[in-house]
């Protein structure tokens, strides 16, 4: 069974930074496409980045091209989120998500594996 794990949240101001981390367990992390979603207070959950297994193929949502990268270490089996110029708008739950392959990478329904979420609080 594939278990993820998030971690690296927390409380900064707008303009700040934070990265977060996705340590996957339980499968061959090189097998796996990686999805990054938020989901904000009374809102929808939302994609937020895809990286594809061997770590080439990345894609972002709009709002957050040019701020937030995405990558992954396969040796420490863990898919990382970096986050820079962070806004308000960017607080929110992020999960990270993992597949074996994923026909759309922005439906969270094609990913098989969630992890329990890490906060962001991104203050004015």
């Known amino acids: 069974q594939v278990h993820l794990v998030e971690s690296g949240g927390g409380l900064v101001q707008a303009g700040g930074s934070l990265r977060l981390a996705c340590l996957v367990s339980g499968g061959t992390f090189s097998q796996y496409v990686t999805g990054w979603f938020r989901q904000a207070p009374g809102k929808e959950r939302e994609f937020v980045a895809f990286?594809?297994?061997?770590?080439?193929?990345?894609l972002y949502r709009r709002s957050v091209e040019g701020r937030f990268s995405v990558s992954k270490d396969s040796a420490r089996n863990t898919a990382y989120l970096q986050m820079t110029s962070l806004k308000p708008e960017d607080t929110a739950v992020y999960y990270c998500?993992?597949?074996?392959?994923?026909?759309?990478?922005?439906?969270?329904?094609?990913?098989?594996?969630w992890g329990q979420g890490t906060q962001v609080t991104v203050s004015s």
């Open positions: 998500a993992a597949a074996k392959a994923v026909d759309a990478v922005d439906q969270d329904r094609q990913y098989e594996y």
């Open positions: 990286i594809g297994r061997s770590g080439t193929l990345t």
